[in-house]
């Protein structure tokens, strides 16, 4: 009986293998829709390259694919350029290509899907997206492509000058939305390069997504993983996550965005995982975090942008470890109104900042390296709680403190190394908790400078090279138990 079933399988399978069937355009069928209109579960529809201007919903199972030469044209692949599916401008308010489970579209170019605005697209641009009015990417209007509640595979197209989205992907109530958006090319959009959203779980993977009138790829409520892809020139965010999204963001460039590298926010249920990206010469930061998210950023390098290589605000709260921040216009790593936990970064030869800590943050520095940053090694400007634990601070020449602390934040300081040149090692108007640093001053006036109105209480603190070791400039009290100590032994 079981080799009987076994047997009636196989030729079930034989069958519908051999019943799967070429179908060429415009060879068999003129166009495509009519191609997909007779083609069956596993057939594959071949198209000549042309311009076909139409709109096309696929089937479930079938494969469209251009033919052509496989080589590179100017963007993406020769045959993708030379195969247009072109959507009619405004004509008909359906996607470009809709897809099906298990479909496959695979080497066109789409576009003329709705009305590209080029005088609205340079104003945004000239703007930095700064007066945009706010779309969430949940709305999936008509994009150029749209996957809804499907499992299947968009891959070597090129999606340009559309309406909207390029690429649009979202879930659907019991449905598994899990497709793979693999090597295509989406520029000059009106709205992302490519959205995933409402639940959808894509692998979205070395795509390159440049010009578009929002984030190159961006996220709303879906978790898909992101990686090794090119997003630089979007009028926002090269990558732009939020409202509750949680994706694996790994291996990506992001660059020449007019704000954000990757740019995170929108609630503390936004919790994306973002590792070993490089994000360099942003608008703005390098990566950004804010509006009470609380993503992973870890192992990142994050250069040369406008603004902080990684910037928190608005109450989020990252974990931020290893990532490597270097010669930013602002700080390395800003903390603006936010709580975080920074661990073992390396910040360097910043323009501000390695460190910026301010608005009332609450932050634990552990084990982390700031060298040779312009300004101050840690700046606490104001009403910030901060634990400064085993950092290795350093700055060669310059006068600003190393470490400065200012207003009423409160800060323990304990196990760093802190040396170099400045004024002082440490200088504090607010409270101060120093216990067992090794301060290693370079002709420098103050290891410690306590002045006016500070508080301060130190403790087991090696402190060479100054011509004080603690200055009191005014300070409402000093508490040196190092300095106890040595009076008592003395008796």
Known sequence: ?????????????????????????????????????????????????????????????????????EGKGKLGLKRAEATIIDGGNEVGDSPGVTMAEGSTLDGFTITNVGK???????????????????????????????????????????????????IAIRGAKGKLCAPVISGNICYRNMGGGIGSMM??????????CFENFYAGIGHNGADPVVVRNECYENIRAGIGIS????????????????????????GASTRPVIEDNDCYENEMAGIGSEEEAAPVIRGNRCYRNKLAGIGCRDHSSPLIVEN??????????????????????RVERNEAAGIGINNGSKASVIENTCAENRLVAVGIP????????????????????????FGDSKVVLTGNLIKGGGVAGVMSTGRLYAIGNTIEGQNGASG???????????????????????????AKSIVNSEHFRKKETAK
């Not at 829709?33 to 057939?43: E, L, M, R, S, Y």
């Not at 605005?117 to 997206?129: I, L």
């Not at 800003?334 to 661990?343: Q, Y």
């Open 1 to 69: 009986m079981i080799k009987v079933q076994i047997t009636f399988i196989s030729l079930l399978s034989s069958s519908c293998f051999l019943a799967a069937k070429e179908i060429s355009v415009p060879g068999d069928q003129k166009t495509i829709q009519g191609a997909i209109a007779v083609a069956n579960t596993g057939d594959v529809i071949l198209v000549t390259p042309g311009t076909y201007r139409e709109r096309i919903v696929l089937k479930a199972g079938i494969q469209l694919r251009s033919i052509g030469p």
């Open 116 to 166: 590209y605005d080029d005088e609205k697209w340079q104003k945004h641009w000239d703007g930095k997206g700064l007066n945009q009015k706010h779309v969430h990417i949940g709305k999936f209007g008509t994009p150029g492509i749209a996957i809804t509640g499907a499992t299947s595979t968009v891959t070597n197209n090129i999606v340009h000058h559309n309406g909207d989205t390029g």
């Open 199 to 208: 639940g959808s779980t894509a692998i979205i993977d070395r795509n390159v």
């Open 243 to 266: 409202e509750g999204a949680s994706p694996t963001v790994r291996k990506n460039r992001c660059y020449g965005n007019r704000r954000a590298g990757i740019g995170i926010r929108t």
């Open 324 to 345: 490597h921040c270097y010669e930013n216009k602002a700080a390395g790593i800003g903390i603006d109104s936010a709580d975080a936990l920074l661990f073992r970064n």
């Open 382 to 405: 104001n009403g910030g709680e901060v634990l400064l634990q085993e950092n290795t601070l350093v700055r060669t020449g310059g006068m600003p403190p190393i470490v400065a602390i």
């Open 448 to 474: 410690i400078l306590a002045r006016k109105d500070s508080e301060a209480t130190l403790s087991g603190n090696r402190i060479s090279g100054y011509q004080m070791a603690v200055r009191d400039q005014g």
